[in-house]
């Protein structure tokens, strides 16, 4: 598993890292022993950077993860968790009193004095774009409370805002291969500026498992059915914001271009890790088989597995897919 530095925090984290949104809750039920065998099976895999925020099953999944390293001193294991989803997302929320309470809840949760890195959970514009909340920021980072900030953000403007400023760590956005608009500012100006990204709903909610068909249905507290149109959240968060029977088709085009034994959700990661500018790519798992398959996917990153993978190839189709089936819907929004 690759290694790859955080920003300027002097931290590493792997070039494929574990989102825990499906530990906490939106994807159906996980127990604590399966969410464990989870985070088991990932580091035990090279996996160094567990994704997680205060809202995933309302502090859930951060407690899950603190429990797991609490068994297992000297880890290695940064945790990135988010805040400011505990009330609504108008820019008068974002206050510092809040900003304290969150993180001081997420220490608790996670049974640490200091949070590895604390990213704003898709904030309004305003907040991105405010001299206040860097301030704010800045002073839990001076009183301990955090060891380093980022930013997960729904649009490219907005990682764009984010990446100028001077003491971001890391912006987090939606990249996949069915969202390419990161590849045309965003990657270069993080690279260029020492911010690490972290590609987050990298198979496009499972869409680019290749498992799914346009009659496959999904539990009532399953976000891909209750938020396919953004009924509660934004709506590039489910599916990339991807029609679902364009999505099928699609991911059925970009997994007849692989070779034999080769499977698409590997691939898909190992292409987003491949891109120049990506830090880690953080897909979920709700078992252990996903989170083994997730791991190994690091495996075409370093030309191992015995395939005969074209990066370069497959490269080609996603573009060709891209900008016939998707870029007129898709580009535009975010």
């Given at each position: 598993?690759?290694?790859?530095?955080?920003?300027?925090?002097?931290?590493?984290?792997?070039?494929?890292?574990?989102?825990?949104?499906?530990?906490?809750?939106?994807?159906?039920?996980?127990?604590?022993?399966?969410?464990?065998?989870?985070l088991a099976a990932s580091t035990e895999r090279g996996v160094t950077l567990f994704d997680t925020a205060d809202v995933y099953g309302d502090g859930r999944s951060e407690s899950l993860i603190g429990r797991f390293l609490a068994a297992r001193p000297g880890h290695g294991i940064t945790v990135a968790t988010k805040m400011g989803r505990r009330r609504e997302?108008?820019?008068?929320?974002?206050?510092?009193?809040?900003?304290?309470?969150?993180?001081?809840?997420s220490r608790r949760n996670l049974g640490v004095d200091t949070l590895d890195l604390v990213q704003l959970h898709c904030p309004p514009t305003a907040v991105i774009e405010a001299d206040e909340t860097y301030d704010a920021l800045d002073a839990l980072v001076a009183d301990g409370a955090i060891a380093a900030y980022g930013v997960s953000v729904e649009t490219c403007a907005q990682a764009l805002a984010a990446i100028a400023r001077p003491n971001v760590t890391n912006v987090q956005i939606i990249f996949n291969p069915f969202r390419l608009k990161p590849l045309d500012a965003v990657l270069p100006a993080a690279a260029e500026a020492g911010v690490a990204i972290f590609a987050r709903v990298p198979l496009a909610s499972g869409l680019l498992s290749g498992r799914y068909t346009a009659q496959t249905t999904f539990a009532a507290d399953d976000h891909r059915t209750y938020n396919r149109h953004g009924e509660a959240f934004d709506r590039g968060e489910t599916f990339s914001g991807v029609d679902f029977e364009v999505g099928v088709a699609a991911a059925a085009e970009l997994a007849a271009a692989l070779p034999e034994g080769v499977s698409l959700p590997a691939v898909a990661l190992a292409w987003i890790a491949s891109q120049p500018g990506v830090t880690s790519v953080i897909p979920g798992a709700r078992n252990v088989g996903q989170a083994e398959s997730n791991a190994a996917a690091a495996a075409l990153l370093a030309g191992a597995g015995g395939t005969d993978f074209d990066v370069a190839a497959f490269d080609r189709v996603v573009h060709e897919v891209?900008?016939?089936?998707?870029?007129?819907?898709?580009?535009p929004l975010w």
């Open positions: 598993m690759q290694q790859r530095a955080l920003g300027r925090t002097g931290r590493t984290v792997s070039a494929v890292g574990l989102g825990t949104w499906q530990l906490g809750a939106d994807w159906g039920a996980v127990t604590e022993d399966e969410a464990q065998a989870v997302q108008e820019p008068e929320n974002y206050t510092p009193e809040n900003f304290r309470a969150w993180t001081d809840r891209y900008d016939r089936d998707l870029r007129e819907a898709i580009h």
